[in-house]
């Protein structure tokens, strides 16, 4: 097993607006976190990306981008005539907000042919994928999906999921209370955020969340909250560990900088308390800049310091 396989959707993303200006990148949960990975790990360790892509010029430039900064692209397909999704950041404070265009995506074909899907995690050390990853898929896609992972795990694959619920996605909330229920019970690492799991399933608080989640047979969980200390369940004890002070602009991508420090850590042998204390300071770095992606020479000074 070696590697590392995130499933998901990347957008064009809109950023630190200026007026009407706007800074066009790419970002996505689950590729936000890929980003820092392939940051925070050695050149030789192989990282990809499994999505679909469309066939339209901003898709060219997608899969470019991947690949001049060392992320692979698996057996993603192209879906002739189709493009990506866009999202745009408002900002109150360095609080964020959304708006989508992204229901005709690219992305939403990422599991349509589970031969492709099950050769794209074959043999990964490490597989991540999230709630939104789920929600942007029809429901055959969906199963395709959790049959993927669970194969690949049953294989020898380390799951790490976050359940990211964004409302928005999902027909109702059952739905997303089921699919993501679904997804927890084939996961080795939860890295959920508190207030994210607060609006769909009602926990009061973060150690209720991490019950939960426990409950589905989740051994490893950490809690995040913000600039709250984040709740570390694993090996049996549960400890809180405190953020880092930051100067933040626009926390976009934080939760996932975040997965990203707390994944390469561990991939690197760090204990689970470790691995938080490196990813609140990758995090705390990251909402510094504008946008999801952070330069990745930052998120590395910032993991090693
Ligand atoms: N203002 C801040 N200052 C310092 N660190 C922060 C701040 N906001 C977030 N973080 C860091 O980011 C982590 C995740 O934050 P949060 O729970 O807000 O993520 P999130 O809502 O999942 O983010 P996103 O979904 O945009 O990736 C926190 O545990 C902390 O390490
Ligand atoms: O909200 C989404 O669907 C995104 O993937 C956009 C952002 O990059 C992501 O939410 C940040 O966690």
Redesign the pocket.
């Known amino acids: 097993m070696s590697g590392f396989a995130a499933i998901g959707e990347c957008m064009i993303e809109l950023s630190g607006a200026n007026g009407d200006q706007w800074r066009m990148g790419f970002a996505g949960?689950t590729l936000?976190t890929t980003w820092y990975v392939r940051a925070l790990t050695d050149t030789d360790f192989a990282v990809d990306y499994v999505t679909a892509f469309g066939d339209d010029p901003f898709s060219v430039k997608q899969r470019r981008f991947l690949r001049d900064n060392a992320i692979n692209t698996a057996h993603s397909p192209t879906i002739v005539g189709a493009r990506p999704g866009i999202y745009a950041i408002t900002l109150t404070g360095?609080e964020?907000s959304f708006t989508y265009w992204r229901n005709d995506a690219a992305a939403r074909h990422l599991a349509d042919d589970p031969d492709a899907l099950a050769k794209s995690l074959d043999g990964r050390q490490v597989i991540y994928f999230s709630g939104i990853t789920m929600g942007i898929l029809s429901p055959k896609s969906r199963q395709n999906v959790l049959n993927a992972v669970s194969n690949a795990r049953r294989q020898g694959s380390l799951v790490v999921f976050d359940a990211?619920y964004r409302p928005r996605l999902w027909e109702n909330a059952d739905t997303a209370r089921q699919v993501l229920s679904n997804a927890f019970h084939v996961t080795d690492i939860a890295l959920p955020?508190f207030?994210?799991e607060n609006a769909l399933f009602g926990d009061a608080t973060p150690a209720d969340t991490a019950t939960r989640i426990a409950g589905y047979g989740v051994r490893e969980i950490v809690v995040?909250?913000?600039?709250e200390p984040?709740l570390v369940i694993a090996g049996g004890t549960t400890t809180e560990v405190p953020?880092?002070?930051?100067n933040?602009v626009d926390?976009?991508?934080?939760?996932?900088s975040?997965n990203g420090g707390y994944i390469a850590s561990r991939l690197a042998g760090l204990d689970p308390l470790v691995a938080a204390i490196n990813?609140?300071k990758v995090?705390?770095r990251v909402?510094e800049f504008h946008g999801a992606l952070a330069p990745m020479d930052e998120a590395k000074k910032a993991f090693n310091a």
């Open positions: 949960d936000n360095s964020r990211n955020t207030p994210d995040k909250d913000g600039t984040a953020t880092v002070r930051a933040a926390t976009t991508g934080a939760g996932d975040f990813a609140h995090a705390a909402v």
